[in-house]
């Protein structure tokens, strides 16, 4: 079964300092990956997604993450944060099999809320 | 473009009361996803639409709950005789076709007393 897991719960950097947000998965097949971010009282938003073609991945507003096999870890970065950044961040796992089936069954973890503070 | 909405924002329920949350997909989707998010959880699969078919099931957490898209466009996910456990938002989220870029609604948030 795939799973995901994020470490540290609640993060906290200063404004301008590297934010690195830590994801390791478990997948059977090789996975897609996610991040998406949720501000307060609203959807969540994709930040970019890993499907087996380049293993760094750029993404919105500054945001990278490199797919890394050998360590089943997909962490997301940002060299410098933002004050704007402070939001809850989920990793998600989709089994590529149900591509087959057409869908994309996102498995999220638990999410890490971001601070940032001046 | 308009995106995924859903209504009502906010629910309060009694026990054993039945509700109905309502989502209404980007326009032209043919994909249309439920996820359940309890607090300080991430959000949890519970079924998959493709336009009116109803093709994944497996992670609705009882008989209580049932999902659907009778024409393909917008979908309500009904919980019957609500459990306290069964406060959550309820995030909808669509998608052009299945595999591409889920676009999620901002939730309604059950609350049973």
């Known amino acids: 079964a795939q799973s995901v897991t994020q470490l540290g719960s609640h993060v906290s950097v200063s404004e301008g300092a590297l934010v690195l947000l830590r994801c390791n998965y478990s997948?059977?097949?090789?996975?897609?990956l996610f991040w998406y971010v949720q501000y307060p009282n609203q959807g969540l938003q994709l930040l970019l997604k890993?499907?087996?073609?380049?293993?760094l991945v750029k993404g919105i507003n500054g945001f990278e993450a490199e797919f890394k096999k050998s360590e089943t870890s997909f962490h997301l970065t940002k060299p410098s944060a933002h004050m704007s950044d402070a939001a809850e961040y989920f990793c998600a796992v989709s089994d590529r099999a149900h591509e087959t089936g057409g869908y994309n069954k996102l498995i999220f973890g638990a999410g890490t809320r971001l601070a940032v503070h001046p | 473009g308009a995106g995924v909405s859903q209504s009502p924002r906010y629910k309060v329920a009694k026990r054993g009361q039945d509700v109905a949350l309502r989502c209404d997909p980007i326009?032209?989707?043919?994909?249309l996803f439920w996820y359940q998010q309890a607090l300080g959880q991430g959000p949890e699969f519970l079924t998959y639409?493709?336009?009116?078919?109803?093709?994944?099931k497996s992670g609705l957490p009882s008989d209580r709950f049932f999902a659907e898209r009778p024409e393909g466009s917008v979908s309500t996910l009904k919980i019957q005789r609500t459990q306290q456990e069964d406060s959550a938002v309820y995030l909808c989220?669509?998608?052009?076709?299945?595999?591409?870029?889920?676009?999620f609604g901002p939730g309604t948030r059950l609350t049973v007393l």
């Open positions: 890993y499907t087996s073609a380049a293993t």
């Open positions: 639409f493709q336009n009116e078919a109803q093709l994944d």
């Open positions: 997948s059977s097949v090789p996975p897609y």
């Open positions: 989220a669509s998608s052009l076709q299945g595999p591409d870029t889920q676009y």
């Open positions: 326009s032209g989707h043919v994909s």
